[in-house]
């Protein structure tokens, strides 16, 4: 068997003439968090489609807990896989405590769990009620706990935030760390970019059904080479007359200094006394999304098909 969770080699998925993936790689770890983003048909969805065996892949090989996932070996690792899709759909005549049983039923999973999953979401105040009445948020909040029944090994999350406030939106963090620290894989597809950040090992960018970019947000900034932003007060006069700084001065406060010189430009403003506070931001993780799709938007021509900037299929999510 792998070591790794997920094995993904070289894998392609075409909608008849629409290529919602091409030659895609990548190899998840027991414990780690990755971030999958990309434009709306970028091929996300279709990742996680071909990850969970709902579909198969016309090119290359998946692997999920060391088995084909499409395959009738994987319906045993099935129960250790956890999935919140984007758009949540439940029976609306159910209560919240009733969805969560059937669940846990269909993973085989003790029911115990249920009222410890809805208080962990905030929604034991609810739990006998319809989900017909239930708002949004709240059905995001049981879309997360049918995710979390069974403690998964594997966790697939498509747009798990939509519908939170920020209390919510914390707390479910949180529980993503804390399966982490259990050893669970997560992959986790978010447009809230600021949010994701912190929670994730890697992070990997599609477009157009490619793999612009994988790697640690270390190693994209490197491989970016965006300037970092240093923030100097106190010597807002001196930061665009120094022969030093002003090759790097922005305005106001700010200079954008690549990495190489990052060390001479901190230590000449350090010789200023009247420095009163200093601040360096990296690259934020929405800049390198820019970043990497700006990127590859200049080194292929955009797809075109019935006036569409990407080509369409009737019924089909990428």
Not at 76 to 97: C, D
Request: charged share 20%; with cysteine.
């Amino acid at each position: 068997m792998s070591a790794n969770i997920v094995s993904i080699a070289q894998v392609s998925k075409h909608y008849q003439d629409l290529a919602a993936l091409s030659n895609v790689s990548l190899e998840l770890a027991p414990g780690e968090v990755l971030g999958l983003f990309g434009h709306n048909g970028a091929g996300k969805t279709t990742m996680m489609k071909l990850i969970l065996g709902i579909i198969p892949a016309s090119k290359g090989k998946v692997s999920v807990f060391g088995v084909d996932p499409s395959s009738k070996a994987a319906w045993h690792g099935r129960s250790k896989i956890g999935y919140l899709p984007e758009n949540v759909s439940f029976y609306e005549h159910l209560t919240g405590a009733e969805v969560l049983k059937y669940f846990a039923r269909l993973k085989s999973v003790n029911k115990s769990q249920v009222i410890t999953l809805l208080d962990q979401v905030g929604l034991v105040h609810a739990m006998h009620r319809p989900v017909k009445t239930y708002s949004k948020g709240m059905r995001q909040r049981l879309g997360l706990a049918q995710a979390f029944l069974g403690q998964p090994k594997l966790l697939l999350l498509d747009e798990p935030t939509v519908g939170l406030d920020p209390t919510a939106t914390q707390e479910f963090y949180h529980s993503v760390d804390n399966l982490k620290s259990t050893g669970a894989s997560i992959i986790l597809c978010s447009h809230v970019l600021p949010g994701v950040e912190q929670h994730i090992d890697r992070a990997m960018i599609l477009s157009g059904g490619e793999a612009l970019t994988i790697g640690t947000l270390a190693e994209l900034r490197a491989q970016a080479e965006l300037p970092e932003i240093i923030t100097a007060q106190g010597i807002e006069d001196v930061l665009s007359e120094d022969p030093i700084l002003s090759p790097y001065y922005v305005g106001d406060t700010k200079l954008a200094v690549d990495e190489a010189n990052k060390m001479k430009v901190i230590k000449q403003i350090m010789t200023f006394p009247a420095l009163t506070d200093l601040k360096i931001e990296h690259a934020s993780l929405e800049q390198l999304y820019q970043h990497y799709l700006a990127q590859g938007l200049q080194t292929k021509p955009a797809k075109k098909s019935a006036g569409h900037d990407v080509p369409l299929v009737t019924g089909v999510a990428i």
